[in-house]
């Protein structure tokens, strides 16, 4: 059974950075494509970055391109979300999630994913 598990969150200043962990347990971690995904109060789930089972593809949402990198170690069943120049609207509950058959058309969409963490609160403040 695999379990995913968010940590890192917390309470920040505008333009700091944060960076998010997502450790997934189970033997077969190297086999899924991974993402994160972001919920504001009120807002729908929304994609924020992908990236492929060897991490050698990445995908990234407009609003964090450029600042937001995320990234792998497949020997740590751990994904990674580093997030620098924080803005007050990227404050949100940071999701994990993971596909086994993840295509670059569907990596955006919060039905392609089959597992999910339970998530990490990120508050950015002005």
């Known amino acids: 059974q695999v379990q995913l598990v968010e940590s890192g969150g917390g309470l920040v200043q505008a333009g700091d950075s944060l960076r998010l962990s997502c450790e997934v347990s189970?033997?077969?971690?190297?086999?899924?494509?991974m993402g994160w995904f972001r919920q504001a109060p009120g807002k729908e789930r929304e994609f924020v970055a992908a990236i492929s089972w060897s991490g050698g593809n990445t995908d990234y949402a407009d609003s964090v391109k450029g600042r937001f990198t995320i990234s792998r170690d497949n020997a740590k069943n751990t994904m990674y979300l580093q997030m620098n120049s924080l803005k007050p609207e990227d404050t949100a509950v940071y999701y994990c999630a993971a596909s086994r058959f993840l295509s670059s058309d569907s990596a955006h969409h919060v039905g392609s994913y089959e597992k999910w963490g339970q998530g990490t609160q990120v508050t950015v403040s002005t």
């Open positions: 189970g033997r077969t971690f190297s086999s899924y494509a």
